[in-house]
C-alpha cells in the first residue's frame, strides 16, 4: 500500500456513482442470538444497500450489532429473518467463489510460517500450483508495503506490520470486496493514521468494495463515502450519511471545515441514537 506504487499512474479515478450495481443488499434482516435469560435482538430490521466501489463505514457504540452485520454478509453468521445478497449471491455462495477478502479485529496470523507462508496460505488451501500461490503472495506483500519482510515471522513484526500481512493475505484472490473488521483499534494513534493513508489510497486507486467496522468518528469520516451509523439494544441503522469529500484525501483533509461538518454529524447522529433508547 505505499504510495510509491502508484507513481507512474496519472490517470484520476472518478468516483462511481450512485447508479453502480449493488455490491451488497441487506433487506429486513434480524439476527437474534437466543441466551439464557434473554434472547438479544443484534440486528432489527436492518436495511442497507452497498455499492461497488463504494468505501462503507459501520460506526455506534458496543454492542450496537457493527460485528454481526458484518460477520452475516460475510457467511460467518447466520440471520434469523430477512434476505442478504452478496454480488447478487446468497453470502454462502459468495463465500465460495471468493468474492470477498475478511480482516478480523486482530492479525490472526501462524507463528509458525513466515509471513510469505502465511499470505500463501488460503490460496494453498484452495488448490493453487505452488509457484503461483508463491508469486501472488509476493504481489500482495509488496502492495501492503512489505516487500522485504517475507521471510520473517509475524512475532518479529510491530502489531501494524501484522495486520498489513492480514490485508495481504485477504486480497490474494483479488476479492472483489473487502471487509474489515476494527483492523485497526489496537494500535497506537499514528500508526493507524499511516494505515487509513494507506488503505484510502489502496481504494482510491483500485475502488474495491470496502465494507469497514470502526469505534472512531474520525477514521470513518476519513475513509468512508457511506457512514452508517448504529445504535444499540436492539442493534439497528438509525442513519445513513453520504460523503461529500472528495475521493481522494490524504490526512491534511482532517483540518477542513467540511470534514469538521461531517464529523459533527456523525457524532449529533450517535448522540440521538444514544437518547433513544
Ligand atoms: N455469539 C453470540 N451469542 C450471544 N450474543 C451475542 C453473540 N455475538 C454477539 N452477541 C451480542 O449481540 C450484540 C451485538 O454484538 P456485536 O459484537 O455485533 O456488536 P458490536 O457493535 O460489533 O460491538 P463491539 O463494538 O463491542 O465489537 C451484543 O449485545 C452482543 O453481546
Known amino acids: 500500500m505505499s504510495q510509491l506504487m502508484y507513481e507512474e499512474e496519472s490517470a484520476v479515478v472518478p468516483l462511481k456513482p450512485a447508479t453502480a450495481r449493488p455490491a451488497v443488499t441487506v433487506r429486513d434482516v434480524n439476527v437474534i442470538y437466543p441466551a439464557a435469560d434473554q434472547p438479544v435482538h443484534a440486528l432489527k430490521d436492518v436495511n442497507l444497500t452497498i455499492r461497488q466501489g463504494e468505501f462503507v463505514s459501520f460506526i455506534g457504540p458496543s454492542g450496537c450489532g457493527k460485528t454481526t452485520l458484518l460477520r452475516a454478509i460475510a457467511d460467518l453468521e447466520q440471520v434469523s429473518s430477512g434476505e442478504l445478497l452478496v454480488n447478487d449471491m446468497s453470502p454462502s455462495e459468495a463465500r465460495q467463489a471468493g468474492a470477498y477478502g475478511y480482516v478480523f479485529q486482530a492479525p490472526v496470523l501462524l507463528?509458525?510460517?513466515t509471513v510469505l507462508a502465511n499470505v500463501m496460505l488460503p490460496l494453498q488451501i484452495q488448490g493453487?500450483?505452488?509457484?503461483?500461490?508463491?508469486?501472488?503472495?509476493?504481489?500482495?506483500?509488496?502492495?501492503?508495503?512489505?516487500?522485504?519482510?517475507?521471510?520473517?515471522?509475524?512475532?518479529?513484526?510491530?502489531?501494524?506490520?501484522?495486520?498489513?500481512?492480514s490485508i495481504a493475505r485477504a486480497l490474494g484472490f483479488e476479492p472483489k470486496i473487502l471487509m474489515m473488521d476494527e483492523p485497526f483499534g489496537a494500535l497506537?494513534?499514528?500508526?493507524?493514521?499511516?494505515?487509513?493513508?494507506?488503505?484510502?489510497?489502496?481504494?482510491?486507486?483500485?475502488?474495491?468494495?470496502?465494507?469497514?467496522?470502526?469505534?472512531?468518528?474520525?477514521?470513518?469520516?476519513?475513509?468512508?463515502?457511506?457512514i452508517?451509523?448504529?445504535s444499540p439494544r436492539p442493534g439497528r441503522i438509525i442513519k445513513v450519511i453520504d460523503s461529500?469529500?472528495?475521493?481522494?484525501?490524504?490526512?491534511?483533509?482532517?483540518?477542513?471545515?467540511?470534514?469538521?461538518?461531517?464529523?459533527?454529524?456523525?457524532?449529533?447522529?450517535?448522540?440521538?441514537?444514544?437518547?433513544?433508547?
Not at 256 to 272: C, G, I, K, P
Open 188 to 226: 497506537d494513534e499514528l500508526t493507524r493514521d499511516n494505515l487509513n493513508q494507506q488503505l484510502q489510497q489502496l481504494w482510491y486507486h483500485e475502488q474495491r468494495t470496502m465494507v469497514f467496522v470502526t469505534h472512531s468518528i474520525s477514521e470513518a469520516v476519513y475513509l468512508s463515502t457511506k
Open 244 to 277: 461529500p469529500l472528495p475521493a481522494e484525501r490524504d490526512l491534511t483533509i482532517r483540518d477542513t471545515a467540511a470534514f469538521m461538518q461531517l464529523s459533527q454529524a456523525v457524532r449529533e447522529a450517535l448522540v440521538e441514537g444514544h437518547h433513544d433508547h
Open 111 to 113: 507463528p509458525w510460517r
Open 128 to 165: 493453487v500450483p505452488p509457484g503461483r500461490c508463491d508469486e501472488i503472495a509476493r504481489e500482495q506483500l509488496a502492495r501492503v508495503g512489505l516487500k522485504g519482510f517475507e521471510k520473517k515471522y509475524p512475532w518479529q513484526l510491530s502489531g501494524g506490520m501484522q495486520q498489513r500481512v
Open 228 to 230: 452508517v451509523i448504529m
